[in-house]
C-alpha cells in the first residue's frame, strides 16, 4: 500500500489530513507535515529557489513528489518533466497541471537526456545507500547534454549520533524509514543523507566535479555537480 501516497491525496483533495507517522532506524518517531509538499515558488526556501534559479535547458525532476518545483519551473516555460515512484503521486501532478510526468523507479526507466538533473527536499536520498548513488553517478553521465548538470542539496545528519554509537557497518548517513498513517505502515525504505565531505570525494570517485553553492542555517547545502567534457557521453 501507498501510505505515503494516500496521506498526499487526502491533502490534495480536502487541503488537510491525518497525521503522517514516520518511524527512523534512528530510533525516532517524527511527523511529516504534508503542506509542506504543496508549496508555491514564493512559499519555498531561499536554497530551493536558487537551485530553481540555476535550472536549464531541458529539465527532469527527480524524486518529484506533487510536482511543486516542476509546476514553478513549468510556468517559467521550461521542459520539465516531473518523476516519482508514487503512482498516487504522479496522479496529483496531472491534476495539479504537469505537462510531462514520468512515473516509476528512476533507477530501472528509460532516460532521455536532459541539461538539468534536480532532486531537491534531500532528492538524492530515493537512491538509498552510498553505493546506490555512486551507481547513479555513472549512469548520469549519459544522461545529460555537454554542459548539463546535476543540482540537489542534501545534509550532514552526524548530529544523530549525539547520544548514540556512529555505525561502523555502513556510511552513517543511510538512514531506514517507514510511514504510518491511518493506521496503516508501508514497508521499510533506505534513504540517502550525505555530508559535504563524503559528497565531494564520492563525485570525484564517479569523474564529477562538485560545486557546494550555497550553506543555509540548518547546515542543508545545495550541490551542483558537473562532468568535464572528456566523460561526457
Not at 47 to 59: D, F, M, P, S, V
Request: net charge negative.
Amino acid at each position: 500500500m501507498d501510505v505515503f501516497g494516500q496521506a498526499l491525496t487526502d491533502q490534495f483533495k480536502s487541503g488537510k489530513a491525518d497525521t503522517l507517522h514516520l518511524y527512523t532506524s534512528l530510533g525516532d518517531l517524527e511527523e511529516m507535515p504534508l503542506d509542506l509538499f504543496f508549496r508555491s515558488e514564493e512559499d519555498m526556501p531561499e536554497l530551493e529557489t536558487y537551485a530553481l534559479e540555476l535550472c536549464k535547458g531541458k529539465i527532469l525532476d527527480i524524486g518529484a513528489g506533487v510536482g511543486s518545483h516542476a509546476l514553478a519551473l513549468q510556468q517559467k516555460g521550461f521542459d520539465v518533466t516531473a518523476n516519482d515512484i508514487s503512482e498516487s503521486a504522479c496522479r496529483i501532478m496531472q491534476e495539479r497541471g504537469l505537462k510531462n510526468i514520468l512515473c516509476g523507479d528512476i533507477t530501472s526507466l528509460e532516460l532521455e537526456k536532459y541539461d538539468t538533473l534536480l532532486m531537491l527536499m534531500n532528492g538524492i536520498g530515493v537512491f538509498g545507500k552510498l553505493k546506490g548513488f555512486l551507481n547513479f553517478l555513472e549512469r548520469a553521465k549519459g544522461l545529460i547534454h555537454e554542459g548539463g548538470q546535476i543540482l540537489f542539496d542534501s545534509s550532514d545528519i552526524s548530529y544523530a549520533y549525539e547520544d548514540t554509537v556512529m555505525p561502523s557497518a555502513n556510511y552513517f548517513g543511510e538512514v531506514s524509514y517507514q510511514y504510518e498513517y491511518k493506521g496503516n505502515k508501508g514497508v521499510w525504505f533506505d534513504w540517502l543523507f550525505i555530508d559535504q565531505a563524503t559528497l565531494i570525494s564520492t563525485a570525484y570517485q564517479a569523474g564529477w566535479t562538485c560545486e557546494i553553492l550555497y550553506v543555509d542555517e540548518n547546515d542543508q547545502y545545495l550541490a551542483r555537480l558537473f562532468l568535464p567534457k572528456s566523460l561526457q557521453y
